[in-house]
């Protein structure tokens, strides 16, 4: 589903190695349950320059929505008013991230999220792979903006990155960086989801589902109560932290994340996972196109071969 000409390059060959995904992974979009589906369109539309992109209801009285930029879905907001609101002690989302092609295209998108009066700045920082701005939503759902650093910038030492959080003055960066054009309309710059970040009970039995079974390689792994992976070089798509969640159960059905999207080059990166998922005695459903299986804290993963349509999406 990702056509943006903003992709992450891979460090690495594309070949499936039957343990580990190839490096020409993606991630795609992030699915959130919502409750009040036109406040959270509204501000996604405001703050972050999205448009929707399609819309279907179901018989049960759900509404999907995707919205994204240009033909590139970013979210899809499931309207299921009535559950209850997102818990932060609970494991679910920490923040979905939202990679852009250059400094000036971020500046952009944070200018526009800092005006929407329904954001809550969570802060900035200085990773050293990459500079990032975070919110809230209405609703209590994480977002990272963020703009990466070239690569021949990184440092790495034993195959894990070296990532730190360093100040990052937002004002300063929007001086620098802001230019009309990005000001006029942000919308017109590419992204994409570059991570997703998770809260997670404990580190050591993500790891054993994210690493071990379903197929990234860790990049960072010394980080107190958390743990980050990636595919193909990259610093990394996913990542799992007990900072607000250590020692949770189960999700129990709430607004808040619902589907972490993964894309996958071929129909052998798909063979090799529900082999490694066999082999480890999880569930899952394959449909010939996508996999989908729990973690163990019950949030859904779903990895799926490229081309997957809007009206795929809306169906799952």
């Known amino acids: 589903m990702n056509s943006s000409p903003l992709t992450i390059p891979s460090t690495t060959t594309g070949a499936v190695d039957g343990r580990h995904f190839s490096s020409d992974l993606a991630m795609d979009a992030v699915t959130l349950r919502v409750g009040d589906l036109e406040l959270m369109s509204s501000y996604y539309e405001n703050a972050l320059a ?11 009285g759900e509404i999907h929505r995707v919205l994204g930029r240009g033909a590139v879905p970013f979210v899809r907001l499931v309207a299921t ?21 250059d400094q000036a295209a971020l500046a952009g998108t944070v200018l526009r999220a800092a005006q929407d009066p329904r954001s809550r700045f969570a802060g900035s920082s200085d990773h050293l792979v990459s500079e990032a701005f975070y919110f809230a939503d209405p609703e209590g759902n994480g977002i990272e903006l963020y703009w990466d650093r070239p690569r021949d910038q990184w440092t790495w030492t034993d195959g894990q990155v070296a990532m730190d959080t360093l100040h990052l003055d937002p004002s300063a960066y929007l001086r620098e960086h802001l230019t009309d054009e990005v000001t006029a309309a942000p919308s017109v710059r590419p992204g994409i989801v570059g991570h997703v970040h998770l809260q997670v009970g404990d580190v050591d039995s993500a790891r054993a589902f994210y690493v ?3 197929g990234f390689e860790t990049t960072v792994g010394s980080h107190p109560g958390a743990l980050f992976a990636a595919a193909g070089g ?25 589907d972490v999207a993964i894309t996958v080059p071929g129909r052998e990166d798909l063979d090799a996972l529900t082999a490694r998922l066999s082999g480890a005695k999880l569930s899952f459903a394959d449909d010939g196109r996508s ?16 081309g997957t349509s809007t009206e795929e999406l809306l169906a799952r």
């Open 50 to 60: 999205l448009t929707p992109i399609e819309e279907q209801a179901r018989v049960n």
């Open 81 to 101: 008013p009535g559950l209850p609101g997102v818990d932060p002690r609970q494991a679910g989302l920490f923040h979905t991230a939202f990679l852009f092609e």
């Open 212 to 214: 071990d079974t379903l």
């Open 234 to 258: 990259y610093h990394h798509h996913v990542a799992m932290n007990t900072w607000n969640s250590r020692g949770a159960g189960p999700r129990a059905t709430s607004l808040g994340l619902a």
């Open 291 to 306: 996999v989908n299986v729990r973690d163990p804290w019950g949030t859904p993963v779903t990895v799926s071969l490229p």
